[in-house]
């Protein structure tokens, strides 16, 4: 029941940012950011539906990977204006690259390597990106709760990554318990972050 | 007086599982959702009230009226035989003559309230009761559609009161919710497709099979949410709430198109739950 009540509130919090939150900005973060939080609120809403043990999908690998890339792309678009263009041709390349590595049956490790990479770069992009911009004065310093959700995105990828290789660091039982907790904050961050920036 | 309480409260408690609080709380929504896409913000409350007092009279009335008629169904069924009518805890005479009282009561009040709301009013209740449950649920699968443009009367009897005539978003309002029905009932009928079949009713999923009711049920949840997307577009709805209602149709869609390729009871149940969720938030977003 808690963990219900709290991907509600992840939903709600998603939907409101979907809604208004993001009002104000060009086109493509406007797409951008109404991608990555129209699947938090979508993924939020499928869990309560039909339980934490939907995350056993394939396709979560797939949409987990689209949250991170289409944050992270709206950020650069809006913020770093010299690598609009590049992170664009970046992000669009690595959706589909993970999309056709997922669909098709590869042999070896490439899905794995491209998975880390693109999901790699995202995070971190997300992560530094607000909290650089916040300490130099770039963003209010409100900003650098994005960063701080970026942490706590990156903290949840890596969990269920671990955990989908076989080599959990946490249990299963515990990953689930906390993960639905862990999405809300990291909501919470991005919506607060974006609000004060 | 304290016995005449306790009669009440027991009268009540076995009443109230025979106006299927869910199903009609929802179709409620759409006639109240109706009325404010056309007078939002709601000025005359005594308006609204009467709106959702004669709407629930006359949806909870019809469907205490389908469950008296269905009631040698509902006590073949496994999901049903347990309803108040199926296992006797309420007579048929008392269901029937409660189901006629709030549906009068309903319909009387609406045609007080403005004719032409009114008229719609009685046209989902005459749908529902007489052509559906009555003539075809037990002859056709495709008895639905008729479910379906009953189910759509509340929203388009809601927003003509607010208007005062019906007008073409009042239409693609109806038919969202005339769309929306097969992706909430196919997927019901699947899931309990034995207990269709042990009580003789055509269903999609019997008499078409499984994978063409699965494709029934994408397709219809593509055209209700297209339906809603433009009666959200031509009503003014903010762009801001558009983005909202187009993720949560991407949502409904994905979930119809992966119950079409990797079919599972689950995914089903979930699509189930999802459209109902769906045609809440639409209802709320089409408020604002």
Known sequence: MTARILLLLTGLLAAWQVAIGIDGAEALPIFAYTVGFGMLLVAS?????????????????????????????????????????????????????????????????????????????????????????????????????????????????LMLSFLKAGRPVLSQATILKILPGLLLLMTAAFVLGFALA | ????????????????????????????????????????????????????????????????????????????????????LADRRVTPTEAVRLGLVLSVLGVGLAVAMNPLYGLIVFAGLFFDVVVYTLWLKRRTAWSIVWGGIAGGMPILAGRAYGLGQIDGIGVLLTLAVLFWIPTHILTFSMRYHTDYQAA??????????????????????????????????????????????????????????????????????????????????????LSI
Request: glycine fraction near 10%.
């Open chain 1, 45 to 157: 809403l499928l869990l309560i539906i039909l339980g934490l043990e939907a995350l056993d999908s394939p396709i979560v690998v797939i949409l987990s990977t689209t949250i991170p890339l289409s944050l992270s792309l709206g950020l650069v678009w809006e913020h770093w204006l010299l690598l609009r263009a590049g992170y664009l041709v970046f992000a669009v390349l690595g959706f589909l690259a993970i999309l056709f590595t997922r669909l098709v049956p590869f042999r070896g490790r490439l899905p794995v390597y491209l998975l880390t990479i693109v999901h790699g770069i995202a995070g971190l992009t997300i992560f530094l990106l607000p909290i650089a911009w916040a300490l130099s004065g770039r963003a209010a310093p409100g900003f650098a709760l994005v960063g701080a959700g970026g942490a706590l995105i990156g903290l949840g990828g």
């Open chain 2, 1 to 84: 007086m304290h016995s005449v309480l306790r009669l009440i409260r027991t009268k009540f408690k076995l009443y109230w599982p025979l106006t299927k609080s869910l199903q009609t709380g929802l179709l409620l929504s759409t006639g109240l959702a109706g009325y404010m896409s056309a007078r939002c913000p709601v000025m005359h409350w005594y308006h609204f009230l009467g709106l959702g007092v004669s709407l629930y009279l006359a949806i909870a009335g019809s469907t205490i009226i389908n469950m008296w008629y269905d009631r040698d169904i509902d006590a073949v069924m496994n999901r049903t035989h347990h309803r108040p």
């Open chain 2, 200 to 285: 003789k009713i055509p269903t999609f999923p019997s008499t078409y099979g499984f994978p063409a009711t699965r494709f029934t049920i994408a397709l219809s949840s593509v055209i209700a949410a297209l339906s809603i997307g433009t009666a959200g577009i031509l009503i003014g709805m903010q762009w801001g709430f558009i983005r909202l209602l187009v993720v949560l149709s991407i949502g409904l869609f994905l979930l119809a198109v992966a119950s079409v390729f990797r079919p599972t009871e689950r995914i089903n149940f979930g699509l189930f739950k999802y459209a109902s969720l769906y045609m809440l938030a639409a209802m709320i977003l």
